[in-house]
């Protein structure tokens, strides 16, 4: 299945990033996905977010623009799957704090 993002890894804008992590529901799959260090593909909505499905659509869409998330097109559905390697490139620690932030709140 194609995967597409927005941004290549080595031009991920620092606020850009840092605008799409600063919304809690987009933090929160960002951390979720940090935590998970199988870098496996998830649904859209595998996600628990109390948010309407239109929302959750702006959402995913903002993190895949800021080059955080990739997709993958299964053509009447999605998966997202996080670009930790080229975020880990840009900005080393980024997800080690957030995945710590992971596990600090499922305490």
């Known amino acids: ?16 990033v ?10 929160a799959v960002v951390i979720e996905l940090a935590a998970d260090r ?11 977010l109390p948010v309407s499905k239109q929302t959750r659509t ?7 623009d800021a080059g ?5 097109d299964y053509g009447n559905k999605k998966g997202v799957r996080l670009r930790r390697a080229a975020i880990d490139r840009r900005f080393p620690g980024l997800l080690d704090l957030l995945a710590a932030e992971f596990t600090r709140s499922a305490r």
């Open 1 to 16: 299945m194609p995967e597409t993002s927005a941004v290549p890894g080595d031009e991920l804008d620092l606020g850009t």
């Open 18 to 27: 840092l605008r799409a992590l600063a919304d809690p529901h987009r933090r």
């Open 38 to 48: 199988t870098d496996g593909e998830r649904a859209c909505h595998s996600f628990n």
């Open 58 to 64: 702006h959402h995913f869409r903002t993190l895949c």
């Open 68 to 72: 955080l998330l990739c997709e993958v």
